[in-house]
């Protein structure tokens, strides 16, 4: 009987979940599942604790067979240890939490202003101003507060940038409390998605019944301002429950945060690759908006980008397999 099968049988014989053994052991609920997959070997520590408390020898776990001192041969070492964890204590995951509760305000806040800028253009075009400079600078100062505040909340969660990059190793009760947290949020999580979506479908009504009113009105003309302040209102609630659900994910190292994921992301190659492809998308809509003056179309791009940046992503970890 190999290890894991051993960690299997004794943990189940002592009536404990893998939750519960990682908790007692002060690591994630996924470093025992690898465990008893036979992916990866518990470090020393972990041994001496786990026949502490199953109550069996270190000799029983290591060895396949017990044998005494003079027949025992000589181990090999473990083809694949697990590598080091970043210990995570209570404190530092109840402010980490705390933060990232900000975060998940400033920059949906941040996201429905630039959204909200391109609002100002058509309020100009629709009142017949004689320049639309004014509406131009109102616009480029509403996008450039935005990315002060994304500047801002990005600095804010430097010290946790470890959380999607390397393993961690929490404290006891850590996993208990931040899935009792992650529980009673998911409620408003589906309720914040359920009304995201139908604001962004129910944003294409008023210019379609715009369309049935004379186009030479002003109040008509206005019509797609209102539009994007759906759009705005649901994109806000769409990535507000994405950063905060993000949050509980990396702490539980589930979801998007798992050891393989992170061993993905710490590619230097794709983030090279998605940022030089965010920096064309947004150079073309600027550059597009401003020569045709169709603001009132050209945020499309964004979906449309946002469907193709994944795309990318996929493609890139196909060809690197």
């Known amino acids: 009987m190999i290890l894991a099968d051993k960690i299997i049988d004794l943990r189940k014989k002592a009536g404990l979940s893998q939750e519960e053994l990682a908790e007692k052991l002060g690591v994630s609920r996924q470093s025992v599942s690898k465990w008893e997959g036979a992916q990866s070997t518990p470090d020393l520590n972990r041994i001496l604790q ?39 204590s209570m404190e530092e995951a109840n402010k980490f939490l705390e933060l990232n509760r900000k975060r998940a305000l400033m920059v949906p806040a941040g996201v429905a202003v630039i959204i909200l800028s391109v609002i100002a253009p058509i309020l100009s075009d629709s009142l017949n101003c004689k320049s639309d400079t004014f509406a131009v600078i109102i616009m480029l100062l509403m996008i450039a507060s935005s990315v002060g505040v994304f500047i801002v909340s990005g600095m804010m969660m430097d010290p946790y940038d470890y959380l999607i990059k390397e393993g961690i190793d929490t404290e006891y009760g850590v996993s208990g409390m931040v899935k009792e947290k992650q529980t009673k949020y998911r409620p408003v999580s589906i309720r914040n998605t359920v009304i995201g979506v139908i604001l962004c479908i129910l944003a294409f009504l ?38 905060t659900n993000g949050g509980y994910e990396k702490l539980l190292e589930e979801g998007s945060f798992t050891r393989e ?50 795309a990318i992503s996929i493609l890139y970890k196909l060809i690197k397999k």
């Open 261 to 310: 994921e992170k061993e993905n992301r710490s590619d230097k190659k794709i983030g090279l690759i998605i940022g030089f492809y965010w920096t064309v998308i947004t150079a073309g809509y600027l550059l597009f908006s401003f020569i045709s003056g169709r603001w009132d179309i050209s945020w499309v791009v964004w979906p449309v980008a946002g469907v193709m940046c994944g």
């Open 206 to 243: 008023p210019p379609i019944i715009a369309d049935n009113f004379d186009s030479a009105s002003a109040a008509v003309r206005s019509v797609p301002a209102l539009m994007f302040i759906m759009i705005a209102c649901g994109v806000f609630l769409f990535v507000h429950t994405g950063i």
């Open 50 to 88: 786990l026949s502490q408390i199953f109550g069996v020898s270190t000799d029983y776990l290591l060895k396949e067979e017990i044998e005494t001192a003079a027949e025992a041969p000589t181990e090999a070492a473990p083809e694949e240890t697990e590598p080091p964890l970043r210990h995570v």
